[in-house]
């Protein structure tokens, strides 16, 4: 175990960190900061993301809305009520900051992925498939690199967070409506095979259904919280800034710590440069790669900037966020200080709705990157057994070692996408340069191959 934390701390507080902000730094300027001067766009092409551009599928094809919600359910989980927690917990109010920083550099690195991830996607049986497995394999010729990412991802979030998905879960249940975690285990995992059995447009349907009415509630119940301390506000934005940069800090090494917690659950809860909301992307039927860039750039901004951003808010008001809790318990505590019990109640329940959107979405994660090894209809039904399992025990087992070396196993593939989309990122900015070019003649972006000849081959969707 000292081995394990050893690597994770080395992997997460040197060279994670300078790949993912440098990353997320050089994209932004490379775009001329798509994820700010665009953000009317994304919003214009979330309006219109219901609409299918099918080639090829014959209506069988996953919507761009769709598409969003399948990546916002696993962005939106229990990272987003826990994770907050453990990273104010442990790295500070601070921590909060550097969230927001991950955020908004990160999200140019979401852009240029999802848009790689529908440059490169290919026809499946029943929608389109793509992720970093695909362009690092049709993009840069190397498929033992993909070979490799594909076993990260699929051990990541099929397995290991899923574990970690269910155990809050648990965790909730218990300390609310004391429900043994046996009973949520089985439950769950249930439910988890009904919904896996059906396919990607199962998947995507009941995540478009779920996740923005369980958002859109826990915002409301955090601007409740704001509206009502709202002499607070200016206190907890103060703390925030001064405990991210405070002399205090610095004297303590807690700036570093700081960082690496905002930088660590930040990229958890919003997978921006990790190569997991790609996989989701690529599903959509869209008439140009860079309209779904934008609508899953959007999705760092929900995630972090609203849902994670609620989430801190609610402790820092509650003022016990130095109380020695952690985790699930400490979100708990503070809306019960603010609201009453029922409050906790209500956490159990978006965790219960957040975690089993993502442990869907994170199964079909690690489908679409089986299938890419192999696709075998066997394979799907072995991972499909063995995420029942994994479901059903992290529901009774502690997880420490299972986190930590889910922790590892994240940097691994963040460090295999990041320096994927670092040698690929060109053709992302030229298909940006060709979208803003169609938008400024008043015309509906469509993408020709023409744009990028040089790979026109090996981009089969776009003939």
Same mark, same amino acid.
């Given at each position: 175990?000292?081995?394990?934390?050893?690597?994770?701390?080395?992997?997460?507080?040197?060279?994670?960190?300078?790949?993912?902000?440098?990353?997320?730094?050089?994209?932004? %300027?490379?775009?001329?900061?798509?994820?700010?001067?665009?953000?009317?766009?994304?919003?214009?092409?979330?309006?219109?993301?219901?609409?299918?551009?099918?080639?090829?599928?014959?209506?069988?094809?996953?919507?761009?809305?769709?598409?969003?919600?399948?990546?916002?359910?696993?962005?939106?989980?229990?990272?987003?009520?826990?994770?907050?927690?453990?990273?104010?917990?442990?790295?500070?109010?601070?921590?909060?900051?550097?969230?927001?920083?991950?955020?908004?550099?990160?999200?140019?690195?979401?852009?240029? /992925?999802?848009?790689?991830?529908?440059?490169?996607?290919?026809?499946?049986?029943?929608?389109?498939?793509?992720?970093?497995?695909?362009?690092?394999?049709?993009?840069?010729?190397?498929?033992?690199?993909?070979?490799?990412?594909?076993?990260?991802?699929?051990?990541?979030?099929?397995?290991?967070?899923?574990?970690?998905?269910?155990?809050?879960?648990?965790?909730?249940? /218990?300390?609310?409506?004391?429900?043994?975690?046996?009973?949520?285990?089985?439950?769950?995992?249930?439910?988890?095979?009904?919904?896996?059995?059906?396919?990607?447009?199962?998947?995507?349907?009941?995540?478009? @259904?779920?996740?923005?009415?369980?958002?859109?509630?826990?915002?409301?119940?955090?601007?409740?919280?704001?509206?009502?301390?709202?002499?607070?506000?200016?206190?907890?934005?103060?703390?925030?800034?001064?405990?991210?940069?405070?002399?205090?800090?610095?004297?303590?090494?807690?700036?570093?710590?700081?960082?690496?917690?905002?930088?660590?659950?930040?990229?958890?809860?919003?997978?921006?440069?990790?190569?997991?909301?790609?996989?989701?992307?690529?599903?959509?039927?869209?008439?140009?790669?860079?309209?779904?860039?934008?609508?899953?750039?959007?999705?760092?901004?929900?995630?972090?900037? %609203?849902?994670?951003?609620?989430?801190?808010? @609610?402790?820092?008001?509650?003022?016990?966020?130095?109380?020695?809790?952690?985790? @699930?318990?400490?979100?708990?505590?503070? %809306?019960?200080?603010?609201?009453?019990?029922?409050?906790?109640?209500?956490?159990?329940?978006?965790?219960?709705?957040?975690?089993?959107?993502?442990?869907?979405?994170?199964?079909?994660?690690?489908?679409?990157?089986?299938?890419?090894?192999?696709?075998?209809?066997?394979?799907?039904?072995?991972?499909?057994?063995?995420?029942?399992?994994?479901?059903?025990?992290?529901?009774?087992?502690?997880?420490?070692?299972?986190?930590?070396?889910?922790?590892?196993?994240?940097?691994?593939?963040?460090?295999?996408?990041?320096?994927?989309?670092?040698?690929?990122?060109?053709?992302?900015?030229?298909?940006?340069?060709?979208?803003?070019?169609?938008?400024?003649?008043?015309?509906?972006?469509?993408?020709?191959?023409?744009?990028?000849? /040089?790979?026109?081959?090996?981009?089969?969707?776009?003939?």
């Amino acid at each position: 175990m000292h081995i394990i934390n050893a690597v994770n701390d080395f992997l997460w507080s040197y060279l994670l960190i300078a790949v993912l902000l440098g990353g997320g730094l050089y994209f932004t %300027l490379r775009t001329r900061f798509v994820q700010v001067r665009m953000l009317p766009e994304m919003l214009r092409s979330l309006s219109a993301s219901g609409r299918r551009h099918g080639h090829g599928l014959r209506g069988r094809s996953v919507s761009s809305f769709q598409a969003f919600a399948l990546s916002l359910a696993s962005r939106v989980g229990t990272g987003n009520i826990a994770g907050v927690a453990i990273a104010i917990a442990t790295g500070g109010p601070g921590a909060v900051f550097w969230m927001w920083v991950t955020a908004l550099l990160a999200s140019a690195n979401a852009f240029v /992925e999802s848009t790689l991830a529908q440059l490169f996607k290919v026809q499946g049986d029943h929608s389109f498939r793509g992720g970093p497995a695909y362009y690092i394999s049709r993009g840069l010729g190397n498929r033992p690199w993909a070979v490799l990412f594909a076993i990260l991802i699929t051990t990541t979030f099929a397995l290991a967070f899923n574990g970690v998905q269910c155990n809050t879960m648990a965790i909730a249940l /218990e300390s609310s409506f004391d429900i043994a975690p046996a009973w949520t285990g089985a439950i769950t995992a249930a439910a988890t095979l009904a919904v896996i059995c059906g396919g990607v447009r199962r998947i995507a349907s009941v995540n478009q @259904i779920v996740v923005p009415a369980m958002a859109a509630l826990y915002i409301l119940l955090a601007l409740y919280v704001v509206v009502t301390r709202f002499h607070m506000f200016t206190h907890v934005m103060e703390l925030i800034i001064t405990d991210a940069f405070g002399l205090r800090q610095a004297v303590g090494g807690g700036i570093g710590m700081a960082v690496m917690m905002g930088v660590k659950r930040g990229l958890f809860s919003n997978e921006a440069g990790e190569g997991s909301t790609p996989n989701a992307a690529a599903t959509a039927s869209v008439s140009h790669p860079v309209k779904q860039g934008l609508v899953q750039t959007l999705g760092v901004y929900v995630d972090t900037l %609203l849902v994670c951003t609620a989430t801190a808010f @609610i402790i820092l008001c509650s003022g016990v966020f130095d109380s020695g809790l952690t985790g @699930i318990e400490l979100t708990q505590c503070a %809306l019960e200080a603010e609201i009453g019990r029922a409050a906790s109640a209500f956490v159990a329940v978006a965790v219960v709705l957040f975690a089993f959107t993502s442990i869907i979405a994170n199964y079909y994660y690690g489908e679409t990157n089986l299938a890419f090894i192999r696709d075998d209809r066997r394979l799907a039904w072995a991972l499909r057994a063995a995420v029942g399992v994994v479901v059903l025990a992290g529901a009774i087992v502690p997880l420490n070692t299972a986190w930590a070396l889910a922790d590892i196993t994240m940097a691994l593939m963040t460090l295999c996408n990041m320096l994927a989309i670092l040698l690929l990122g060109r053709y992302a900015i030229r298909c940006l340069d060709d979208y803003c070019r169609q938008r400024r003649a008043g015309r509906d972006p469509v993408y020709h191959s023409s744009t990028c000849p /040089e790979i026109a081959d090996k981009t089969e969707c776009w003939k």
